[in-house]
């Protein structure tokens, strides 16, 4: 069965961009670049919040056009581009680039997808990942924390009404400082998400 992954890159102090939607304090080098694009190929589709798939859309379809483009961007416009993604969005109409549009998150749904054959789900925008955590959709998290203190902006987490526990499957430190934080949810122990 695939899992449902969180992947979101964060600030130390939480922040998963600064004020004004700012991600400039990302530090998204050549090595993370080449990582995220493994890891991601790898994924049999992207689950996007409408705002997080308008970032990504705003970009990524033509970023591989420009001749200057460093080889890991280029490569992941076509990755990008080719991935099945679903966006959840309520006010948007429609969506190009292999895109389905879904207007809600329901548990029978998520789970019906889960049981599709391919590869996990990479699941990206901090309200959307809130969403599935209250109905305990995911499965498993990947936060690559920058180091760097953004001081205000929009959290990563959201407050929740349960306990999530987790259990520490593998941390890396990348050169330029980033680390990855990969955590699975643990199984259900009554107080486990949205119980």
Do not use: C
Not at 125 to 150: K, Q, S, T
């Amino acid at each position: 069965m695939r899992k449902i992954i969180v992947m979101m890159q964060v600030s130390l102090d939480g922040y998963m961009e600064g004020p004004g939607r700012d991600l400039g304090w990302h530090r998204v080098d050549e090595e993370l670049h080449r990582h995220f694009n493994d890891e991601l190929r790898a994924m049999g589709g992207f689950l996007d919040g409408r705002v997080t798939y308008e970032l990504m859309a705003g970009y990524w379809p033509t970023a591989d056009r420009d001749s200057s483009a460093p080889a890991p961007i280029a490569e992941f416009a076509g990755i990008w581009r080719d991935m099945p993604k679903i966006v959840y969005s309520r006010t948007l109409a429609k969506a190009g680039w292999n895109t389905e549009v879904v207007r809600d998150v329901v548990a029978e749904d998520v789970a019906r997808l889960k049981e599709q054959p391919g590869g996990d789900l990479a699941l990206g925008g901090a309200d959307l990942a809130a969403a599935f955590r209250r109905l305990g959709l995911i499965d498993e998290y990947r936060i690559y924390v920058h180091p760097v203190l953004v001081g205000r902006g929009k959290p990563l987490f959201q407050e929740a009404e349960a306990l999530t526990p987790l259990r520490l499957l593998e941390s890396r430190a990348f050169g330029n400082g980033v680390v990855l934080l990969r955590y699975a949810v643990e199984p259900d122990t009554g107080r486990a998400e949205g119980r």
